[in-house]
């Protein structure tokens, strides 16, 4: 049997059902179609998401699933070649064989609204519906609009149901660039992914798609910081990621030797402010000088009084330093300072007397519990000072909230994940480096080719019959001067419908993809498809390994996910 199933169908019945549809193809890899899209299963019963368009061949347009290339799965009955589980609902739920015929029978069913659409149409509406974007109700209500002045996609727009960027995007199986995306985002976006390193080693049967994907996966999850992925592990809690991180902000931010200063330390933490700490610094300096040079900061004596103390009281340089309190009352009995400045002269240096802590206590800036919890960690941040221990990871193992083995697979992981997608498939042994420098070769060759000629949106259009030129070069003068793309403006201008640029753009795309594969297979001097494997043993996760695979445990992936 070789007759295609087009994957949209395959959602749309699992949605209708709550159900995961499951298959093995040829080469060893294991996919599901659920509610929330596409997913291949990798090594460890993971799952990562995938691009149909990419992972599949485009038959009518539709990514869809030939029957015949379909592996059966015996363990689930003789025939078994589509395997069915509820996505909610009871858990661990038996895993369900689905005849071919049967499930073919109920595809026909679901598309019993679209016999008045156009081909293209049928294609056009069948996505929208499998997004969830539309309903059924609304759906058919845009099927009876049709007319001879708008088409299906030309009244999903008008009607508020879709934007044009967001119809591209579903009809053409890919994201959307944003100008909020950083840049890196942006180009990668704007990749076509079937150029790619890995698609090329999958085209010259030297990687299967389990094993360039759990490569992606491996970088992804590499790709986050050291804290994500050791939280991720389960190696530590959230709450012990920032405790550290405060800890290594608060050893990098001292100033001068690195030591923390309980100042330092309340401000940081938001207790009191930078100027609160200056002026309780201020005061403890000022405290700690004589009462002369107190009073004379204060601005209730000068020097000038000061030398008539030393003179009327027959004071000499050679004697000690002078007197406060005889000071104080002589210039009392003078009437240089009154009492209020004197008894303020002697409480300020008796503040210069207390530590930093007592001092902002009895200013009533922070409270003896904040000095308490800001000397704790003051006594461990010292600690980690003077050992030398800054980096996060070491920080957590010297506090005993991560053992000494995750963090070291934690940023082996991370280390991994820093290497082009070649070097982690080597690393994980699906490939050999020969192949990486093959793949790599071919990809070069390929991008120092120049574009076909005729090969651009205006240029196919044109070929087509779709557009006349004074149209085109109108729109082509919008397209540059407001830099909007070309299908949006010939859209919006209601030159072209959404049906004949988003046709185009996939024939084109397609085109390009077999260009592409026969490029490879002439560089590489490969078959086109790879032979059937067996999974090698030793290998968990992979398709059709019995009642340890991802199939038996889908519903509990499913319930941690949510």
């Known amino acids: 049997m070789n007759d295609p199933l087009p994957l949209c169908l395959l ?21 599901f179609v659920g509610p929330r899209g596409y997913f291949i299963e990798l090594p460890g019963a993971s799952l990562a998401a995938i691009n149909p368009r990419v992972a599949f061949p485009a038959i009518h347009w539709f990514p869809s699933l030939t029957i015949g290339e379909l592996r059966k799965q015996p ?5 078994a070649s589509m395997i069915t589980v509820a996505a909610t609902g009871v858990k661990n739920s038996q895993p369900q064989a689905v005849p071919i015929d049967s499930l073919v029978e109920q595809l026909q069913e679901l598309t019993s609204f679209d016999a008045l659409l156009n081909p293209f149409e049928r294609y056009m509406a069948l996505r929208v519906y499998e997004s969830g974007m539309v309903s059924e109700m609304d759906l058919r209500r845009v099927i009876a609009m049709r007319g001879r002045n708008e088409t299906f996609g030309q009244i999903l727009i008008n009607q508020g149901l879709s934007a044009w960027e967001i119809l591209l995007g579903l009809c053409m199986d890919m994201r959307q660039v944003s100008r909020l995306d950083p840049p890196e985002m942006r180009a990668m976006a704007a990749r076509k992914e079937w150029e790619l390193t890995g698609e090329i ?15 992606l996966q491996m970088k992804r999850e590499g790709s986050r910081a050291l804290g994500e992925i050791l939280t991720s592990m389960g190696a530590c809690s ?12 608060e050893i990098r931010g001292v100033v001068g030797s690195g030591v923390a200063l309980i100042g330092q330390l309340l401000v940081s933490r938001g ?20 009462l002369q040079r107190i009073l004379i900061s204060m601005g209730a004596c000068s020097e000038r009084d000061i030398e008539d103390f030393e003179r009327s009281n027959d004071w000499h340089s050679f004697q000690d330093e002078i007197d406060d309190v005889r000071l104080g009352h002589w210039l009392l009995k003078v009437g240089t300072i009154t009492r209020q400045q004197f008894e303020e ?22 409270s003896a519990d904040d000095i308490e919890i800001a000397l704790a960690t003051q006594r461990q941040v010292r600690e980690d000072y003077r050992s030398g221990v800054e980096k996060l990871g070491a920080l957590l193992v010297k506090r005993g909230r991560v053992d000494a083995n995750q963090l070291e697979q934690a940023i082996k992981m991370q280390s991994t994940a820093r290497q082009r997608i070649g070097c982690i498939l080597v690393a994980l042994g699906a490939c050999k480096e020969d192949d990486v420098r093959q793949a790599l070769e071919v990809q070069r060759h390929w991008r120092q080719m120049t574009a076909s000629p005729g090969d651009r949106l205006g240029d196919v259009l044109l070929r087509q019959g779709v557009i006349e030129r004074p149209a085109l070069e109108r729109a082509v003068e919008r397209h540059l001067s407001d830099k909007v793309p070309l299908g949006r403006v010939l859209v919006e201008d209601g030159t072209c419908t959404p049906e004949e640029i988003i046709s185009c753009l996939i024939s084109r795309d397609e085109q390009r993809k077999t260009d592409f594969r026969a490029f490879v297979k002439q560089r590489a001097g490969t078959a086109a498809a790879r032979e059937p494997a067996v999974p090698p043993a030793g290998k968990p996760g992979r398709a059709g390994a019995g009642p340890s695979s991802v199939i038996s445990r889908l519903s509990s992936w499913i319930s941690r996910r949510k």
């Open 11 to 31: 959602r749309l019945w699992c949605r209708q059902r709550d159900a995961w549809l499951s298959f093995v193809t040829a080469p060893g890899d294991r996919y």
């Open 75 to 79: 363990q689930y009955g003789d025939q």
């Open 201 to 215: 080693l999958i085209s010259m049967g030297k990687v299967t798609r389990t094993d360039l994907e759990s490569a």
């Open 238 to 249: 959230q709450e012990d990621i920032e405790q550290a991180l405060g800890a290594q902000k």
């Open 271 to 290: 207790v009191i402010s930078s100027q609160d700490l200056e002026d309780a610094i201020r005061s403890q300096k000022v405290g700690r000088h004589s």
């Open 345 to 366: 002269a002697l409480r300020i240096q008796e503040r210069g007397r207390q530590v930093l802590g007592e001092l902002l206590i009895s200013l009533r800036l922070c």
